[in-house]
């Protein structure tokens, strides 16, 4: 096996870290502190997401995300693992919500596949277990 230690792999190495500081600020972000415009910086105005059979525009993503955010309180992402490679990241994810019409803490656990182009999100897919969630996300 050789191994790669020249200037190319720093270039993919460097561009892996970034990528995946991306999607840990998108997590922290938008979703914990509610800060939904922040998805602007993060995706190109032409992403697509893919989620339960569906082809969802940044526009649709940006209402979903919105919407969840707005019915729930104290939600807490917990990234269980994240890597990159290629032009994609991976994460696994516990993000922590509680509901504010019933009260009821949940625990839900995604997982996320992204592609980037330049320094932005182009595509992402990504599966839940959570019924509720796939109701908001599902438009």
């Known amino acids: 096996m050789q191994c790669n230690s020249g200037k190319g792999w720093n270039m993919e190495h460097a561009m892996n870290d970034q990528m995946i500081a991306i999607v840990r600020s998108l ?17 190109h105005d032409d992403a697509i997401c893919h989620f339960n059979g569906k082809d969802l525009s940044i526009q649709s993503l940006k209402a979903s995300m919105c919407d969840f955010v707005a ?36 625990h839900i656990q995604l997982m996320v596949e992204k592609r980037f182009v330049g320094n932005k999100v182009q595509e992402l897919w990504f599966m839940v277990d959570d019924d509720q969630y796939r109701t908001t996300w599902d438009r």
């Open 71 to 106: 019915a729930h309180t104290d939600i807490e992402t917990r990234i269980e693992s994240v890597f990159a490679s290629g032009d994609r990241t991976f994460a696994r994810l516990t993000r922590s919500v509680t509901d504010k019409e019933t009260g009821v803490r949940r």
């Open 27 to 43: 997590y922290t972000d938008v979703f914990d502190t509610g800060n939904c415009p922040a998805v602007d910086s993060h995706y």
